[in-house]
T-cell receptor
Framework: DADVTQTPRNRITKTGKRIMLECSQT?????MYWYRQDPGLGLRLIYY???????NKGEISDGYSVSRQAQAKFSLSLESAIPNQTALYFC??????????????????FGEGSRLTVL | DQQVKQNSPSLSVQEGRISILNCDYT??????FLWYKKYPAEGPTFLIS?????DKNEDGRFTVFLNKSAKHLSLHIVPSQPGDSAVYFC?????????FGKGTRLSVIA
């Protein structure tokens, strides 16, 4: 089983609908992230959470909200989906960074992605 | 403004030759740099990283070089193999969540 699981993997919806993408992880990491990938634009950060009580906006948070229900669960919601939110969404986790150069890679562990199409 | 730039959207290399993927950054606060590899229908996976206190890090066929004065890093893959065909993302961190470049699609031709 994958360490970082995203559901659904694919979703087609209509403009104005509410959509939730869910992410769960078994890595025991405190930090979780939602990124969005668009062709030619790379990966852009939507929201991130460093622990259950911490939520932070990323580069492109407008139109999105998140909920950190538990250490292992981080969901992304689109309250009223619009076509330009059509994209591939990735959840990721990481451990606390620790001291630079002391066994810390800053590595993110990604889920397999959720492809969302808004018609 | 893009803080991490990968100016080559694509690169084609023959099998067995060297692949060189480039990345530039603008934020002088970045102190850790990573390369991720992404195959279609999969999430990105970590490939190699380098701290700003080093100028080179090597792992098998993969070597990352960092030139802090030029704010430039590069990933060398030697020898290139068809299985290396993927999108490669450069990423940087300065006590912040990772910032990614737009990616370079590498095609290794047999």
């Amino acid at each position: 089983d994958a360490d970082v699981t995203q559901t659904p993997r694919n979703r087609i919806t209509k403009t104005g609908k509410r959509i939730m993408l869910e992410c769960s992880q078994t890595k025991g990491h405190d930090r979780m992230y939602w990124y969005r990938q668009d062709p030619g634009l790379g990966l852009r950060l939507i929201y991130y959470s460093f622990d259950v009580k911490d939520i932070n906006k990323g580069e492109i948070s407008d139109g999105y909200s998140v909920s950190r229900q538990a250490q292992a669960k981080f969901s992304l919601s689109l309250e009223s989906a619009i076509p330009n939110q059509t994209a591939l969404y990735f959840c990721a986790t990481s451990d606390f960074p620790g001291l630079a150069g002391v066994g810390e890679t800053g590595e993110l562990f990604f889920g397999e992605g959720s492809r969302l199409t808004v018609l | 403004d893009q803080q991490v730039k990968q100016n080559s959207p694509s690169l084609s290399v023959q099998e067995g030759r060297i692949s060189i993927l480039n990345c530039d950054y603008t934020n002088s606060m970045f102190d850790y740099f990573l390369w991720y590899k992404k195959y279609p229908a999969e999430g990105p996976t970590f490939l190699i990283s380098i701290s700003s206190i080093k100028d080179k890090n090597e792992d098998g066929r993969f070597t990352v070089f960092l030139n802090k004065s030029a704010k430039h890093l590069s990933l060398h893959i030697v020898p290139s193999q068809p299985g290396d065909s993927a999108v490669y993302f450069c990423a940087a961190s300065g006590n912040t969540p990772l910032v990614f470049g737009k990616g370079t699609r590498l095609s290794v031709i047999a």
